[in-house]
């Protein structure tokens, strides 16, 4: 398990990544999330710019553009990469936490701290086979 | 140089919060400060594949911070969002202050001891940069600029 990003939605991904740049944040790599079909940016400071154009691909902050109707702008969530992410969130049933939105895809889940910060997770490498129990479990609070 | 130190999160329940980050999820608590002057603990935990670089100049990356106000008062005063600030570490921060001043933006706390400062994005988040060790001899123009706005510190 590692830190993998920091994503902040943006309104104007242009006007924030100008701010970024100012700060010697370097761009490694963007994308359109398909299914909002959203611009992405993700980020990693000049230290961090390697690490964040290897596989390991982090840290970075995650940048996406959404319109202010889709939702606020600011800090979304801290992601995770995670070894098993069944294994993961598995754990966190067991001590009595609910999944934000569970694995159903084998690739992506999210959880709400008790503080209300939101961590996501990532499966590292090949997605797992989609699976029950997640397959059919709806998404909680 | 610029590198991701860590994300600061506030708690209502420090336990709480460890046992969800450390017991559930397997991160590891990496530094612990009790802070007389500020008010509060502050835990650092790091997940586990971060572990051979946390540890480094007596500063962890990437981590979370988790920040507990002893005073319910501070506590309440920042409660409308559970996050605070990004930190990023800095070689020179009046490098890094001053070219934000030049490109317009504002530096809420400017870095008045030659080690922390604060300064509020376009999107309305806190970013902390911390100068890396040691810090530098305070110096002008930043010894005479006030605080201003406010930001998550």
Redesign the interface.
């Known amino acids: 398990?590692?830190?993998l990003h920091?994503t902040?939605?943006?309104a104007?991904l242009d006007?924030?990544r100008?701010?970024?740049d100012?700060?010697?944040?370097r761009t490694v790599r963007e994308l359109v999330v398909p299914k909002i079909n959203a611009r992405a940016a993700f980020l990693?400071?000049?230290?961090?710019e390697e690490s964040g154009r290897s596989e390991r691909f982090?840290?970075?902050?995650a940048l996406v553009e959404r319109s202010a109707e889709a939702g606020p702008?600011?800090?979304s969530h801290?992601c995770?990469?995670v070894d098993d992410i069944y294994a993961?969130c598995q754990?966190?049933l067991?001590?009595g936490?609910t999944l934000k939105m569970p694995p159903r895809e084998g690739f992506r889940a999210m959880v709400r701290?008790?503080?209300?910060?939101v961590?996501e997770f990532h499966q590292a490498g090949e997605r797992k086979v989609p699976q029950e129990p997640w397959l059919s479990m709806a998404d909680g609070v | 140089m610029l590198e991701y130190l860590h994300t600061m999160i506030k708690v209502d329940d420090l336990d709480q919060s460890l046992d969800f980050y450390c017991n559930a999820l397997g991160m590891i608590e990496v530094k612990r400060l009790e802070d007389e002057e500020e008010r509060c603990t502050v835990v650092f935990v790091a997940a586990p594949g971060d572990m051979a670089s946390a540890p480094f100049d007596a500063r962890f990356a990437p981590t979370i911070e988790l920040y507990k106000y002893w005073d319910e008062a501070e506590r309440d005063a920042h409660r409308s969002s559970a996050y605070g600030h990004l930190s990023f570490r800095v070689d020179d921060i009046y490098a890094a202050c001053a070219a934000l001043r030049d490109a317009g933006h504002t530096i809420n706390r400017p870095p008045r001891d030659g080690f922390k400062a604060y300064v509020e994005t376009v999107d309305g988040l806190t970013v902390e940069l911390i100068q890396r060790r040691p810090a530098k001899t305070p110096a002008e123009p930043w010894l005479s600029l006030p605080d201003t706005g406010h930001w998550n510190g």
């Open positions: 398990m590692h830190y920091t902040i939605f943006t104007d006007k924030t100008a701010f970024w100012v700060l010697d944040m990693s400071g000049s230290h961090d982090a840290p970075t902050i702008v600011g800090l801290i995770f990469r993961t754990g966190l067991d001590k936490y701290g008790p503080e209300g910060a961590v």
